[in-house]
């Protein structure tokens, strides 16, 4: 017969507690010892013990006031353990929950997390890495069991410094959707690298050799995409042309602005484009638009994200999508894990993108275009 495994250490300790609350080693009304304490008497973490107290709390066996420390409950009042403190938080932090793709993986991790019985408290960074930091201090204040954090960037010190303190101090936590490239931490992604790379290696399949790569500024997603359109490009033998058109809050008014200052620079220099994601993508729409240039005859155009406007932009626009469900509960399972005292199989989870080709990049579409006059302007950015 199988093994069973061993149970969580927090369990471990929960069982010993409950059984010396039982057996009147630990009477009604007794104050329990502090989480410093216990973490000293028990040899465990501050979040495994507040897990193990939680544990408790669930049972009934405990009561959590306050500012003032955890009481054994009288017997007779099973159901008034817990209080806020003892409730099964998972804090989050997000640079947006208004960007789509942080919206829809936001929208996934809340599902995934009720179907295992917790709970999100969900801070957002706006980008910055102080707010970020305060966030997760914020949160920890609040005792979270664990945190699921989409960094802000891979280049501020600030940001590296919060999650180091976090490894340190033996705080589960999970980096999603972008990772630190220069801390090794558990993770859950989408191969960008894999994603840009189909992407342009779509575009040169179709005849394209002057291809832009627009992106924001620097993230682990936004250098890998980078990295996929650089390799794809090199294989052919073709030149690069990187354009950053983002900045730190992936302002739209600001994208426009860059894209339509881009297309005056690049006159006969691009005959497609590749944008980081699809607000990018449709910034370059607005822009093409009104400056009466047609996509995909002028200028083809590629996304990444796939979002919910993608299929109804006119023309449907090619991108990658991203696994938002797969991200979320693969990053809550590889979280619980840790708060459970277990060890990954896997520290970085790499998912697989999707390349959704539509009309922006429709060869039939060029083929099928009659020979009527263009303007100068459409001439020069389609010229090859």
Known sequence: ???????????????AIAAQIRTGQLPVNAKLASERELCEQWGASKITIRRSLMELARQGLIVTRHGIGSFIAAPSAPGTAGGVDAGQFLGVVIPSAADYHNARVLGAL??????????????????????????????????????????????????????AKLLAGKVPFVLFDRYLPMLKAPSVVVDNRLGGYEVVRHLISLGHKKIAYLRGVSSSAAEDRERGY????????????????????????????????????????????????????????????DRGLRIPEDLAVAGFDDAPYASLLMPGLTTVFQPDSQIAHRAIQMLIRLINGETLEQEQIVLSPELRVRDSTNPAIRRSVSAAPRTQAQLAVSSS
Do not use: H, W
């Not at 017969?1 to 069982?15: F, H, L, T, W």
């Not at 019985?117 to 201090?137: D, F």
């Open 230 to 289: 650089r390799e794809a490009l090199a294989e052919a033998g073709l030149p690069e042309k990187i354009v950053v058109v983002g900045n730190l809050q992936y302002d739209m008014e600001f994208a426009g602005a860059r894209i339509s200052e881009f297309l005056d620079q690049a006159a006969g220099q691009v005959t497609a484009v590749f944008a980081e994601n699809d607000g990018f993508a449709r910034a370059v729409y607005n822009v093409c638009r």
């Open 110 to 163: 809340e599902r995934a997390s009720r179907e295992l019985g917790y709970s999100l408290i969900i801070k957002q960074s706006g980008n910055v890495p102080q707010q970020e930091t305060e966030a997760i201090q914020m949160l920890l204040e609040r005792k979270v069991l664990g945190l699921l954090i989409s960094p802000v960037t891979g280049d501020f010190s600030e940001t590296l410094v919060s999650a």
């Open 1 to 15: 017969m199988p093994v069973a495994s061993p149970k969580p250490r927090y369990a471990q300790i929960a069982e």
